[in-house]
């Protein structure tokens, strides 16, 4: 078979020489893709893509070497297309692998920060009367020893004594849930 004919009678929509070429190269093509993809069914369907290509554009296709370079290079294409789609793919799942990681933990974050507060609240409520009061005076209105001294009709020592107290009672109330709070630090200054 003389590539000229094969080329100007496949332009011309020749089913005969069509049917000849497929004969003649399916075979090594699907070796050819499968080299490359290590993909049975991806390497044949692939290789019939092409062909299916080929009769489509047949009319329009410049081909300036051999009839067997061009298909072969139809086929090298569509694999680097097929493997760049797979690794378009792999990149997605590991995004999504890492975005539900990274949900996972906030759902984690969110649970332990939860805990500790409620945590801390259950402490907070079980300190004496007075002492309770000059802590969350200091801690939540962010007053200063003196303000909260005038506020109570109390000396500023007596405030310091208090806080002391309140922390000192905290620690031990909440040592089983300071590796909780360490945990949510940490994670937040990253």
């Known amino acids: ?3 000229e004919i094969d080329i100007a009678d496949l332009k011309a929509g020749n089913a005969k ?19 490359m993809l290590h993909n049975q069914e991806e390497a ?11 009769w489509d554009q047949r009319e329009k296709m410049e081909i300036h070497t051999s009839i067997k370079s061009y298909l072969y290079r139809m086929v090298h294409n569509a694999c680097l297309n097929k493997i760049k ?6 990149e997605h799942h590991e ?5 539900s990681v990274s949900v996972a933990n906030h759902v984690e974050q969110t649970v332990a920060h939860k ?16 002492c309770r009061e000059v802590f969350l005076l200091s801690r939540m209105q962010h007053l200063s020893y003196i ?28 040592k089983d849930y300071l590796s909780i709070g360490l945990f949510l630090l940490l994670n937040m200054i990253n």
């Open 1 to 3: 078979m003389r590539e």
């Open 17 to 35: 020489i069509f049917e000849m070429l497929f004969k003649q190269w399916y075979e090594p093509l699907c070796r050819y893709a499968y080299s």
């Open 147 to 174: 303000e909260i001294a005038q506020k109570m009709q109390i000396s500023p020592n007596t405030v310091e004594t208090q806080i002391v107290k309140a922390l000192k009672t905290l620690r031990i109330k909440l």
């Open 85 to 90: 789609q797979w690794q378009m793919q792999s």
């Open 115 to 130: 805990e500790l507060s409620h945590q801390i609240e259950l402490a907070i409520a079980a300190l004496p009367e007075r």
């Open 95 to 99: 995004q999504i692998a890492y975005s």
């Open 44 to 54: 044949e369907d692939i290789t019939q893509k092409t062909f299916c290509k080929l």
